[in-house]
């Protein structure tokens, strides 16, 4: 999971970062509410929850650990205001020529926040492994679809 999350990251940095600024205001603004608003914040809420996945994996005491936990749940918190954030962006803002890119982006963001709703039960079960699979599964749906919204942005550039 990590692997796939730090190549997610520099793809979106690679297409966004290159080509920023040579485009129309309206492109340039979508870009920075991609960019700020959803890249920072679910990316750095995401690496977190994989951190502190991989110390569950060692240690599985620390679902008792409040601290832990409430650290957790601000994480998952973060991932849906973030998913939230994506889905409520408003519709008349998204050039045209992105539009197929947002929508593969809202669904991305309704995996990310299905995942967010399993993950506490993968936390408190014993074992874990149904939870666990399904909570993999919707993080790499949501991870397939953020990639390809991020290709179809890049595709999509007017010249």
Known sequence: MKNRRVILFFIMIFILGGC???LPKE???????V?????EPLFDALETIGYKLDDFSEDLTLVTD???LSEMYIQINRVNTTCDTIINY???LIP?????AHSLLVL???DYKKAMFVLPNTLVLNPPTTEMTKFKDLIGSASDYIMDAFYSIDENQPD
């Open 96 to 100: 045209k020529h992105y539009e197929y």
């Open 66 to 68: 409040e601290k832990w």
């Open 90 to 92: 408003d519709k008349n």
């Open 27 to 33: 492109d340039k603004n979508y870009f920075k509410f």
């Open 108 to 110: 991305s963001a309704n």
């Open 20 to 22: 920023a600024s040579k």
């Open 35 to 39: 960019s700020k608003e959803v890249n």
